[in-house]
């Protein structure tokens, strides 16, 4: 089989992410920014989805998050390997992080790579809360899997 690279048709960060009996996937609480009411902020679980289509062959995703330097990371997931046979395969790909710490208010980076070459790269906002706000909402502890 010819190696044909993969499009990254979606990118997503959420809160959470379930899936029905039919394979569907429900994705709650997509955002683009958080707001930290003290620091650092400590965000308890943050799920990364992401979608790949019109490929063939095997490969692997990794994601990495950066600092507003753009040099040091915040983390970086585990590899996910994945194959897609034809192109015609979509394959969905769920990681989940826990405790991600950051250190201050920033733009910071979210880097999505297939074999070691960055395929998007997206900003996620975070800020100091503006007095008198809620809080962010609290989330149940989550234990890594």
Excluded at 21 to 43: C, E, H, S, T, V
Excluded at 74 to 81: D, H, L, N, S, Y
Excluded at 108 to 124: C, G, N, Q, T, Y
Aim: aromatic content about 10%; some cysteine.
């Amino acid at each position: 089989m010819n190696t044909i690279l993969p499009d990254l048709q979606a990118a997503l960060l959420c809160d959470d992410v379930r899936q029905e009996n039919n394979g569907k996937f429900i994705l709650i609480g997509l955002f683009d920014a958080m707001f930290a009411p003290q620091w650092p902020l400590r965000y308890p679980r943050l799920f990364v989805v992401t979608r790949w289509c019109s490929g063939a062959g095997q490969f692997t995703q990794r994601t990495r998050f950066l600092r507003p330097d753009q040099k040091h990371l915040v983390t970086e997931g585990q590899p996910i390997r994945f194959q897609m046979n034809e192109p015609e395969t979509l394959v969905t790909n769920i990681e989940v992080f826990f405790n991600l710490e950051f250190l201050g208010a920033g733009t910071h980076w979210i880097e999505i790579l297939l074999d070691s070459e960055i395929k998007v790269r997206f900003p996620l906002r975070i800020a100091t809360a503006p007095s008198g706000a809620p809080p962010m909402p609290p989330r149940p502890a989550a234990e890594p899997a």
